[in-house]
């Protein structure tokens, strides 16, 4: 098939544009929200192709996937086709909702002319989407090269923006576990965390959009993973830690119930459960390690590629068929 979707999430394009298909990335020359184009700091096939606004209206396109509510008159205007009545779409639901939970609408929600795939189960369950159909397709991850060593005694962590989502992310709470081991916070827009949680230099250190393949091997030199949000859906750096064998210190919270099993680390929701634990991973080695090796069996287990684009796949074709 002849996919069109925009780049918005790294992470999920990166597992998504690993299928057998034909992605068709649109990119305009500011590189901006709606034309970021292929992925400088992911590997992505070469079936991921560029493809300007002006080139789409005759692209052939069998499917487009949207992520944002406005890609819709975005998709129509560029395409001079509209998703859901000229062609099938799927919107990707990648957020928990935001406002009054557990009753917020979906911005999709009451449409006979799409289905919404939820990443994750939770998500699913929150969202009122009305009469819209709606699915889940769970995560999957191109597994990281990088092995776990755990050989710094220093705890990891991966946000992005950590600063303007502060309690969503649970930036909040890094301070406390800065006093047991030092941080490394990894992401996009992490310079300045430190001066703004009033941690000194060598308690926690910025590492700001490093390439995935170069956080992957950082990450594995660390001790542990923490995993702090509040309110955020399943982050694919989670799993991808667990997947190079990391035990995790998570929140219980959203989807991480569902990804973390108890053997993979701690998992709760008393600040001094994961406190506790942390100190134990720091201090204990071979602890560390061995939980580590049930988190990367039960992230290679459930959050796999291949399963990942086998699920897709069947939702691919029954929308594309059921629309013919």
Known sequence: MNILLWHVHGSWTTSFVHGSHRYLIPTTPDRGPYGLGRARTYPWPDNAVEVSPEELPIADVDLVILQRPEEIDRAEQWLRRRPGRDLPAIYVEHN?????????????????????????GFNQIFWDTGATRSTVVDHGIVAPSASYTGELDRLAVVI?????????????LLPQFAEIAPLDVFGMGVAGLADHLGLPADRLTSHDDVPQERMHTELARRRAYLHLCRWTSLGLSLIEAMAIGMPVVALATTEAVMAVPPEAGALATRTDTLLDAARRFIAEPATARQAGAAARTAARDRYGLDRFLADWDRLLEEEVCGSR
Do not use: Y
Not at 160 to 172: A, L, Y
């Open 96 to 120: 928990t909702p935001k406002g009054d939970v557990p009753n917020t609408r979906h911005p999709m929600a009451d449409r006979d002319d799409l289905l919404i795939a939820h990443v994750t």
């Open 160 to 172: 992005n923006e950590p600063v303007r989502r502060g309690r969503v992310t649970g930036t909040d």
